[in-house]
């Protein structure tokens, strides 16, 4: 196991050992038949691409098509997107070993770290996934529904009636105490209220704080040494909660995830092999915190915010509640998350030459579906800028046109996890409040996420 004596030293080793630019991916010739795309300076795409996503994707579409290419920092390099769900599918269906999606998601490396499961590929990635899925299948996530019911209950209780505020705040600290309970397994008030700020202060971020892991230099001051001071401190609590539980007299009968994962590989018959070390067990855990925190709570946010301007939707949504339709509450969720896309793209390095879309690109170059414009595309989603629930009762949209997820092998472990608490949560909240959306909203960019500019504001009235 990794020695725990020097945390400070761990967190060094992370950043030196991860590189934003995708570090071992081959550089594309730069003369590579590419699909058309702009030909601004690679700041500028870079900056439209992260901080004005909801115009630039469909405007890419519109100018060149259903395949395009955008030119990123550092270097310029290319990033192909594509919308049909049939060139989606080829990249979801594409050999792991040369579709590596670690590259492409190599920006998050200095907060996840190398052990990640969005940055791992090939057999690190496999093996990865085969030790954490058990703690997500369907009978753990039964376990785990009577504790995310509990905390959305009390939760709701304490919400003024007649009270006007921010729905993403409320989801937002809903989701983490979610998060730090059923996952990381912490019921200590005191180390829930250190973990709490450090937490947020990690998901909190513009995306101009991402491009500093590229330059050193940035992180030793302003906003970028801030981050990489959180970084330290966070890693502590982590650490000290990981030492503390190995050595817990109640390991073997708790059922958080953390808890599961510390006991892989200790079981008798398993592969001592299969044991998650202390790194391993941080950066997963993180990976999990930043996956499965603000994207479900953007999601919840923007279904009470849809719900709340259509009275019609709302009074089912509340029959639902009342008849124990959860059927009815999970499209509410699936199509919050269509119209309101908390993720932009999808993304793959090619580590070998492939055709995707017709075109043959070589290795180096990036690729992968836009979730907002295969979100949009009327042949899939007809008027693709109503709220409709409907869309996803009793069958669901074509294969690969609705893909928040992701796809293939590199389906979002935490898919069922995120909808199971979605439905829990929209239970409690329409088990005791009417709804009312304030204002208009309409999303911008946080970090690598969308979320409602102005908070989804609501205002709820306690039922009778």
């Known amino acids: 196991m990794t020695a725990l004596d020097d945390v400070p030293a761990l967190t060094r080793q992370r950043f030196r050992q991860t590189n934003v630019v995708g570090g071992g991916t081959p550089a594309p010739p730069p ?3 590419l699909p058309p795309g702009p030909r601004w300076p690679a ?11 909801h115009r630039f994707h469909p405007y890419l579409r519109r100018k060149y098509g259903d395949t395009y290419t955008v030119r990123l920092l550092p270097g310029g390099r290319p990033l192909v997107m594509v919308t049909r769900p049939e060139h989606t599918k080829e990249v979801f269906a594409g050999d792991p070993e040369v579709f590596h999606a670690g590259k492409g998601n190599s920006i998050l490396g200095p907060i996840m770290g190398l052990h990640s499961l ?14 954490i899925m058990p703690a997500f299948n369907g009978q753990a996530l039964k376990g785990y529904a009577d504790l995310v019911t509990d905390i959305a209950r009390d939760e709701v209780a304490h919400w003024p009636d007649h009270a006007t505020f921010r729905s993403l705040d409320r989801m937002n600290a809903l989701t983490l105490e979610v998060i730090l309970r059923v996952v990381f397994g912490v019921s200590d008030e005191e180390r829930l209220r250190a973990l709490r700020p450090r937490v947020n202060a990690t998901v909190d971020v513009p995306p ?6 590229g330059y050193p230099r940035l992180q030793k001051v302003g906003i970028w040494k801030r981050t990489v001071d959180n970084q330290y401190a966070l890693d502590e609590l982590m650490y000290a909660e990981i030492r503390e539980r190995r050595v817990a007299p109640d390991l073997a009968e708790r059922t958080d995830v953390l808890s599961r994962l510390i006991r892989v590989g200790t079981e008798p018959g398993d592969d001592p092999e299969d044991r998650l ?6 950066d997963q855990l993180v990976t999990l915190l930043l ?3 603000e994207t479900t709570a953007t999601a919840l946010s923007w279904a009470l915010y849809e719900l709340g301007r259509h009275p019609d939707l709302h009074a089912r949504t509340v029959r639902a509640v009342r008849d124990g339709d959860d059927a009815w509450l999970d499209a509410v969720l699936k199509e919050s998350m269509r119209l309101h896309p908390v993720i932009p793209m999808v993304v793959r390095t090619l580590m070998k030459p492939a055709t995707i879309a017709g075109h043959d690109l070589p290795a180096g170059v990036t690729v992968g579906p836009s979730i907002i414009v295969s979100h949009q595309r009327s042949e899939a989603h007809p008027d693709p800028w109503t709220f409709r629930p409907e869309r996803f009762l009793g069958t669901n949209p074509p294969t690969n046109t609705w893909i928040p997820f992701g796809g293939g092998v590199r389906r979002c472990i935490g898919a069922g996890f995120s909808l199971m608490e979605g439905v829990a949560v929209l239970r409690e909240v329409f088990a005791a409040m009417d709804v009312e959306a304030v204002g208009d909203d309409e999303p911008q960019v946080r970090n690598i996420t969308s979320v409602p500019r102005h908070g989804a504001t609501i205002r709820v009235a306690r039922r009778g």
């Open 208 to 213: 101009l704080v991402l491009l500093g892991w």
């Open 31 to 33: 003369d590579a038949d």
């Open 291 to 293: 996956a499965g925190h």
């Open 118 to 131: 969005l940055l791992q590929d090939g057999a690190e990635h496999k093996r990865a996934r085969k030790l």
């Open 43 to 53: 700041l500028v795409q870079t900056v439209a691409l992260m901080r004005f996503r």
């Open 277 to 282: 070390s202390d790194t391993e067990l941080r």
